[in-house]
């Protein structure tokens, strides 16, 4: 895992990505708030990638978490079980908009929707993709909802974007990690969130 971290005033930018095979990224919630908040950080926008379980969303178009579906062991520990873990709505429709700008005219889509956290990789079954699909869940990762909350818990602001680097819903799993579309959708999103966070802070 590449952590790239742009500090500007008050506010943090925090971008990863895969290099290849499973990474880890349990620890991430931790570092990035019980650390992080040490060095003054309270405004943060987290860029990653995302498996579609809808077809509204294919290999490098973009989705902003608007909610999340809990099923990783760290949110646990920080809210109740029935607590629905949301990030800020300004800065996440700030970021919104400004992914939009960035793109033009590129032909990636843009959604805000649920995502589904977990950090069983093996039990992504398909019952749950179908079912989570079907009340608005448009992606699976494995750190979004502990993100959210541990933010909520901290009283930090925080938004949530991914490219979307594979697709779940169909009869095969289509993977796109690693192609030139899902490159360039992560480069447009990466200089989205610069600028949100640049904006939102000097704002």
Known sequence: ??????????????WRFFLL?????????????ECWLLVGGRVFVVVSEVGALNPVLRIGDVLASAWGLREEGVSFHYMPSNYVPKPVRGLTGKMFREVRRVKGKRRIRVVKGGVWSTDALFRETRDKVVEYSRIGVLGVDMESTALMTVAAYRKVKLAVVAAVSDELYGEEWRKGFGTGKLRRTEKIVVKAALNTITQYGLG
């Open 21 to 33: 095979g499973l990474i880890s990224v349990l620890q991430l919630p931790q570092l990035l708030w």
């Open 1 to 14: 895992m590449l952590l790239l971290q742009g500090l500007l005033r008050d506010a943090m930018v925090a």
